[in-house]
């Protein structure tokens, strides 16, 4: 009997001898198939495909910085604009001449010469008794330049305060009504006195000498100019 129970015992070894190295061969096959199963990660699990940050995102944003790049260094031209539209009405715009009036006529013959009223020669506009006739009807036919009048015969203004007062630079507003002297209206500016010898335009306002900006200048004679009918002048003379 003892020896039955060492037979059995022998006969258990050899079993499990067998089965042990064949349940291992079996979990090592298993691990084969399915690996990471059974097995523990240290640190963070690995993030499954589609989740966290996208395919492909690296990329992008590293193109935007290029595109970025390339903005700044080449940034959008704007189109060129067109020329400005001209404006309607133009501003009145007259440089300064220089003044250069004949030598200085003597006082005695400059006063003799308005005496004798030498601006009516060849035809010059009559004088008026009031305000209302010194308005022209057809100033074009009605007006004359100080050639057409024979030149002009009075006083001269001194260069030097010609330049201070005188001139497109300096305009001004007669704001009085002229009075009339010798049937033409006379005004005062800048510390002489003037006399208007040819009709105002019928078109200008009858209170232009309050609402206009004026200036004398000189060309062949003194003219009195208004900015805002730059191609009309009329004849003026220095009253003595």
């Known amino acids: 009997m003892h020896y039955q129970r060492i037979a059995m015992i022998a006969a258990l070894s050899v079993l499990l001898g067998a089965t042990v190295p064949a349940v291992a061969g079996r979990n090592q096959e298993r691990g084969?198939?399915?690996?990471?199963?059974?097995?523990?990660?240290?640190g963070r699990p690995p993030q499954a495909e589609g989740h966290g940050q996208p395919r492909g995102g690296p990329p992008a944003e590293q193109g935007r910085g290029h595109q970025q790049v390339r903005e700044q260094h080449h940034p959008p031209q704007p189109h060129p604009q067109g020329p400005p539209?001209?404006?309607?009405?133009?501003?009145?715009?007259?440089?300064?001449?220089a003044y250069q009036p004949p030598p200085q006529r003597s006082r005695q013959d400059a006063m003799a010469w308005q005496q004798n009223r030498g601006w009516l020669r060849q035809g010059g506009w009559q004088g008026h008794s009031n305000w209302q006739q010194t308005r022209a009807r057809h100033w074009e036919v009605e007006?004359?330049?100080?050639?057409?009048?024979?030149?002009?015969?009075?006083y001269f203004i001194p260069a030097d305060r010609y330049y201070v007062h005188f001139g497109p630079q300096h305009y001004f507003r007669i704001r009085t009504r002229p009075v009339?002297?010798?049937?033409?209206?006379?005004?005062?500016y800048g510390g002489?006195?003037?006399?208007?010898?040819?009709?105002?335009?019928?078109?200008?306002?009858?209170t232009w000498y309050d609402q206009d900006d004026v200036y004398v200048d000189y060309d062949d004679g003194y003219y009195l100019y208004n900015r805002r009918y730059p191609r009309v002048r009329l004849a003026i003379s220095v009253v003595l």
């Open 32 to 42: 084969r198939e399915n690996p990471g199963k059974g097995e523990k990660h240290e």
């Open 85 to 97: 539209q001209r404006q309607m009405q133009q501003p009145h715009r007259q440089e300064q001449r």
């Open 143 to 154: 007006h004359r330049s100080w050639v057409q009048r024979g030149g002009y015969g009075g």
């Open 180 to 188: 009339l002297y010798m049937g033409y209206p006379r005004f005062e």
């Open 192 to 206: 002489f006195s003037f006399m208007i010898v040819d009709p105002w335009p019928e078109y200008w306002p009858e």
